[in-house]
């Protein structure tokens, strides 16, 4: 377990890139949110103790958007790693279902978005943009 600069545990966040063609899923965290309000964000949560990661995206999936997704066997697509929290993300391209949102209290919106509006978003981290205009040209290539 990870020790944060105060020393309780840092958070163990799993979180998925849901990718249709050339479109991409994002959570707008509501205004009211403790951390990172007020910005566009991809679903996912906490992983809970004892609970794999893989396991924790598909049960977050389900918790945030009533889809089901197969839980991840390979490695992550990214890693954020701060001071208070590890979270790993995963490219998420099938899912059973239609992504809604169905946790009205973490988002107030969630939208798809193409490469040309992704730039235009507040995003809850500064190496998103990146990551998804890469995953995007990988699709295109």
Known sequence: MSISVDDSPKARIVAALLRDGNRLLLCHRSPQRRWYPDVWDLPGGHVEPGELPGRALARELREELGIDVAAPLGPPL???????????IWLIEAWTGSPVNVAPDEHDAVAWFTEDALGDLSLAHDSYLAMFNRVLAEHRA
């Open 78 to 88: 990214r890693e954020v790693h701060t001071d208070t929290f590890d979270m790993q």
